[in-house]
């Protein structure tokens, strides 16, 4: 686990495998505390490289046995890499037999093979398969897998692995009793980094299926006995899935099983390994008494996700680890995609949309201005773990949902169609390959010539090369004796480590412009004879100008509609024209923007202001009248008005400005949300009510919409009542907290007490706890709201380190140690920079902590820290204090001696 000197790896130093590895057959014997892995290859030279010794990757195991063509060979090691040097020369295959030992139950990494919960399973992407045996871990060596299973029947009835069960049965009794086993072969090539193996007492909940072309598949979702009343919307997402992508991009199903595999001890978020998927129990177990709406939504989305890398991955996967966002990005875009068809109605799609933005903009756009910054194709790094990043990720969908954009045609406006040609002759060229992001721009631009993306690709392809958020600054002439209106774009992008200066990007703007009566005016370019009541315009160098013609009053401009392109937008637009956009605009992306952006304003205002933020009121009485009108609407959607009601995170304040004051974004952000309690208590009276009956739970776009916007009424009713003294409302908000017939109602009414500061939040919580002691999941919940609920004089820390010490706490369990440390340090910042410390203390011993155990997580947690140099004082020194005390430990992981000294480096 501990290595020497961490060295960054190049993409500039790629160079081919030396070997190509094209069969493996492995077999297992499972044991917990030593389990036998016999790994027989065939390898052979590859031509196009001079010939070298063959250097295979292994890390934590015990090797007995190397053979080669059946017999002895001389091997030595060099770090952790075996080295073979005496290998029949010329280009004939040979076979290569590895045996070795691991220890799976000491593996607390969770990488490699583990053990949880007296199961095995396994997780190798990225570099995992070097734990479980000797090999060419790089994604561009792709060889046919057998594997058999061999291990007590008793305790591991169930043996899973990639692809097709060919064989099973009994083997000879062992020391503990029966013994069994399986063998699985995988019809299709892979790289290691998408084998699996799974073992334990499961079981599953079962689906046929025939596809378009009437093939017919097995589904199957694998759970602890007890949890199938769990899967269901797991099942159904995995079906709808399936059903998805063969109808939007004609890729079906290409395996007779498809498996999904639930554990609870998981690193991530779950994993696409090739017909077995592995899932973090949070992303598969749901039913209405114990899961949220936002659980439902996320397990849709994640069994998507991991679904649609079966071809966006796994049957075209990545050349090497800087070409991660090949993969996430587009696997993103899609799931995104999905997740918007599922919801069908264009005003639901639009708050998939927005939802969509929110999480881009308060964590990619901070990450892309901090330490971590990096392009979509990073350059270097020094440990690959520390790279899968909302960068990679939602930015690299942005990306790729640009390129749509791009290839759009008058009768294809949003380029639907032309995306879609572009994909197939992606798998046309790529097919069973390795291959580069540039391999995929390219594929789409073909297919689309002539495409504004075929036009600018170079240029377009600065996304993929250049890190940072872009600034777009727009300005419009209005030219009343014309009748023209001109807008300007010019665009800037900010410094990033390792990139002072940056070439211009392509920047669809997707605008329209709205009379100040707010009627929608048609869009017509000069020497254009069409008029629209939308464009498309594409900036393609530092600035660009563009005339509107026959437009008879002076416009507002919407810009960015749908948010077009991952940017900052400078328009300059003032409040007036603002509230026109919030009442009128007919893109529901930019209603909701103009909402937040005068919220945004008024709390910069006010947070400049020197004084005392309290009692005062932040906004406006005409953006309260217009919020109200939000809120009222006769025809907008429930789930929109939750949206537009809810007041930029403060997280989100923080990043738009130069210095930060924690403690002060809180005040002005509790202080904006008592105004807006109070200014509409009988609106929000009548929202609560209005939505609080939804019938029989149905996790759908709608009746969730209608629980979300309860949701809020409630929080905002037990805010104003703390402050107003009356009881009666926080006791019938306790009151549907004990009867809600759902977790997300349940949830919600509890979630208000809590951040209100009520007296009942402490009963309501024992409450809580007793009634859910024995489900995980909901457990979780408990602890992350505790540890999130706004700091009242200091007391959230204290809570914290007691939770530290309640019997459900346990560190070595990712998902819980997520719920309370991370909820604390990351989503709680005024209960975290405290200004004697004490938080970044805490931080400090959960970071050196977790790393004894897991340093991908510690890692994770060390990002806490990402934006300590725009603090201010006392928070900015004690910060520093606090990273240099962690940097000080000699023997910090790669993991988390990357992002710390990265952290260091920014002051
Ligand atoms: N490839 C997984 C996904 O995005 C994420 C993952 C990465 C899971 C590394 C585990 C380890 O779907
Ligand atoms: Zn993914």
Same mark, same amino acid.
């Given at each position: 686990?501990?290595?020497?000197? *961490?060295?960054?790896?190049?993409?500039?130093?790629?160079?081919?495998?030396? %070997?190509?590895?094209?069969?493996?057959?492995?077999?297992?014997? $499972?044991?917990?505390?030593?389990? !036998?892995?016999?790994?027989?290859?065939?390898?052979? !030279?590859?031509?196009?490289?001079?010939?070298? *010794?063959?250097?295979?990757?292994?890390?934590?195991?015990?090797?007995?046995?190397?053979? /080669?063509?059946?017999?002895?060979?001389? %091997?030595?090691?060099?770090g952790n890499q075996l080295v073979l040097e005496n290998l029949p020369e010329g280009h004939d295959a040979f076979d290569l037999e590895i045996f070795t030992t691991c220890n799976p139950e000491k593996n607390t990494?969770?990488?490699?093979?583990?053990?949880?919960? @007296?199961? %095995?399973?396994?997780?190798?992407?990225? @570099?995992?398969? #070097?734990?479980?045996?000797?090999?060419?871990?790089?994604?561009?060596?792709?060889?046919?897998?057998?594997?058999?299973?061999?291990?007590?029947?008793?305790?591991? *009835?169930?043996?899973?692995?990639?692809?097709? $069960?060919?064989?099973?049965?009994?083997?000879? =009794?062992?020391?503990?009793?029966?013994?069994? %086993?399986?063998?699985? /072969?995988?019809?299709?090539?892979?790289?290691? +980094?998408?084998?699996?193996?799974?073992?334990?007492? $499961?079981?599953?909940?079962?689906?046929?299926?025939?596809?378009?072309?009437?093939?017919?598949?097995?589904?199957?979702?694998?759970?602890?006995?007890?949890?199938?009343?769990?899967?269901?919307?797991?099942?159904?997402? $995995?079906?709808?899935?399936?059903?998805?992508?063969?109808?939007r991009f004609g890729l079906p199903l290409d395996l007779e099983r498809f498996m999904i595999v639930a554990t609870s001890d998981f690193n991530m978020g779950a994993m696409e390994n090739k017909g077995l998927n592995i899932f973090n129990t949070k992303y598969v177990l749901a039913n209405p008494a114990t899961a949220t709406d936002m659980d439902f939504g996320n397990i849709e989305s994640v069994v998507g996700h991991e679904y649609f890398h079966n071809w966006t991955g796994n049957r075209i996967t990545c050349r090497d680890w800087f070409q991660l966002s090949l993969k996430e990005g587009l696997t993103v875009f899609r799931d995104q995609e999905f997740s918007q068809d599922m919801a069908g109605e264009a005003s639901a799609r639009a708050v998939k949309r927005i939802e969509d933005v929110r999480v881009l903009r308060t964590v990619q756009f901070a990450e892309d201005a901090g330490p971590m910054a990096h392009p979509v194709r990073p350059d270097s790094y020094v440990e690959i773990n520390n790279f899968y990043t909302v960068t990679i990720y939602e930015k690299g969908a942005e990306v790729v949902r640009m390129m749509q954009t791009l290839v759009a045609t008058p009768t294809d406006s949003l380029g639907r169609d032309g995306f879609a040609k572009g994909m197939k002759l992606y798998f046309d060229r790529h097919d069973g390959q390795a291959v580069t992001c540039d391999d995929f721009a390219q594929a789409i631009a073909d297919a689309n010539p002539g495409s504004a993306l075929a036009?600018?690709?170079?240029?377009?392809?600065?996304?993929?090369?250049?890190?940072?958020?872009?600034?777009?600054?727009?300005?419009?002439?209005?030219?009343?004796?014309?009748?023209?209106?001109?807008?300007?774009?010019?665009?800037s992008c900010p410094a990033t480590p390792d990139q002072d200066r940056k070439a211009p990007f392509v920047i669809p703007v997707t605008l329209g412009l709205l009379s100040r009566d707010g009627a929608a005016l048609p869009l017509q370019l000069a020497g254009s004879s069409e008029a629209a009541p939308q464009h498309t315009l594409v900036l393609t160098e530092a600035s660009a100008s563009y005339s509107f013609v026959n437009i008879d009053s002076e416009p507002v401009p919407s810009l960015l509609r749908g948010f077009s392109a991952p940017v900052v937008l400078e328009d300059g637009l003032n409040a007036d024209d603002l509230l026109i956009l919030l009442a009128h605009d007919s893109d529901p992306f930019n209603q909701w923007e103009a909402g937040q952006r005068l919220?945004?304003?008024?709390?910069?205002?006010?947070?400049?202001?020197?004084?005392?933020?309290?009692?005062? *009121?932040?906004?406006?009485?005409?953006?309260?009248?217009?919020? &109200?009108?939000?809120?009222?609407?006769?025809?907008l959607d429930a789930a929109f008005k939750d949206l537009a009601l809810t007041l930029p995170s403060e997280n989100y304040i923080a990043d738009q400005l130069d210095v930060v004051d924690p403690q002060r974004v809180h005040a002005l952000r509790e202080t904006m949300r008592l105004q807006l309690a109070s200014a509409l208590q009988a609106d929000w009276q009548w929202a609560w009510d209005a939505h609080k009956n939804n019938g029989a739970y149905s996790p759908d776009a709608k009746s969730a919409g209608r629980r979300a916007l309860s949701g809020l009424a409630m929080t905002m009713l037990c805010v104003a009542a703390v402050q107003s003294g009356d009881a009666v409302t926080p006791g019938r908000v306790y009151q549907q907290f004990k009867d809600a017939g759902n977790m997300t109602d349940r949830f919600n009414a509890l979630s208000a007490l809590v951040v209100s500061g009520h007296a009942l939040a402490q009963d309501a919580l024992a409450l809580f706890h007793k009634l859910f002691q024995h489900e995980a999941l909901v457990i979780d919940k408990w602890f992350a709201l505790q540890a999130g609920a706004p700091d009242r004089a200091g007391d959230v820390l204290p809570r914290v380190r007691q939770l530290m010490q309640h019997p459900d706490f346990s560190l070595r369990n990712p998902n819980r140690a997520r719920s309370l440390i991370?909820? +604390?340090?990351?989503?709680?910042?005024?209960?975290?920079?405290?200004?004697?410390?004490?938080?970044? /203390? +805490?931080?400090?011993?959960?970071?050196?902590?977790?790393?004894?155990?897991?340093?991908?997580?510690?890692? #994770?947690?060390?990002?806490?820290? =990402?934006?300590?140099?725009?603090?201010? @004082?006392?928070?900015?020194?004690?910060?520093?204090?606090?990273?240099?005390? /962690?940097?000080?430990?000699?023997?910090?992981?790669?993991?988390? !001696? @990357?992002?710390?000294? &990265?952290?260091?480096?920014?002051?």
């Open positions: 686990m501990r290595e020497g000197q *961490p060295t960054a790896i190049q993409l500039a130093a790629y160079t081919a495998p030396a %070997f190509w590895i094209d069969t493996v057959d492995l077999t297992f014997d $499972l044991d917990p505390a030593k389990t !036998r892995v016999l790994n027989k290859m065939r390898l052979r !030279r590859n031509p196009d490289v001079a010939a070298q *010794p063959l250097r295979l990757d292994g890390e934590e195991l015990n090797l007995a046995r190397v053979l /080669v063509n059946g017999g002895g060979t001389s %091997f030595k090691m060099d990494q969770l990488m490699g093979l583990y053990v949880s919960n @007296e199961s %095995f399973f396994t997780q190798c992407e990225a @570099e995992g398969f #070097r734990r479980i045996t000797y090999f060419l871990d790089r994604p561009d060596v792709m060889a046919s897998y057998t594997v058999t299973l061999r291990a007590d029947k008793a305790k591991y *009835p169930v043996l899973l692995s990639n692809g097709n $069960l060919v064989e099973q049965g009994a083997l000879e =009794d062992g020391p503990n009793g029966p013994r069994h %086993f399986a063998k699985w /072969v995988d019809p299709h090539k892979k790289p290691c +980094y998408l084998f699996a193996l799974v073992a334990g007492q $499961l079981v599953a909940r079962e689906q046929r299926i025939v596809s378009r072309s009437g093939t017919e598949h097995l589904l199957q979702v694998f759970v602890r006995p007890g949890d199938l009343d769990k899967t269901e919307h797991a099942m159904n997402s $995995l079906m709808a899935s399936v059903a998805w992508d063969e109808a036009l600018h690709l170079d240029t377009f392809k600065h996304w993929y090369s250049q890190a940072g958020t872009p600034r777009l600054q727009a300005t419009g002439a209005y030219n009343a004796a014309e009748r023209t209106y001109t807008l300007t774009l010019s665009q919220m945004l304003q008024s709390a910069l205002v006010a947070i400049q202001q020197n004084k005392d933020l309290t009692g005062q *009121p932040v906004l406006s009485d005409a953006l309260v009248a217009a919020l &109200r009108n939000v809120l009222r609407h006769p025809t991370f909820s +604390y340090c990351s989503a709680n910042p005024a209960g975290f920079h405290r200004a004697d410390a004490a938080g970044y /203390v +805490y931080w400090s011993e959960q970071v050196l902590a977790l790393d004894a155990i897991n340093p991908q997580v510690a890692a #994770r947690l060390a990002r806490a820290m =990402d934006r300590w140099s725009r603090l201010a @004082e006392p928070y900015r020194s004690a910060a520093k204090v606090a990273i240099e005390r /962690v940097a000080a430990k000699t023997d910090l992981s790669n993991d988390v !001696r @990357e992002v710390i000294s &990265r952290a260091l480096s920014a002051a």
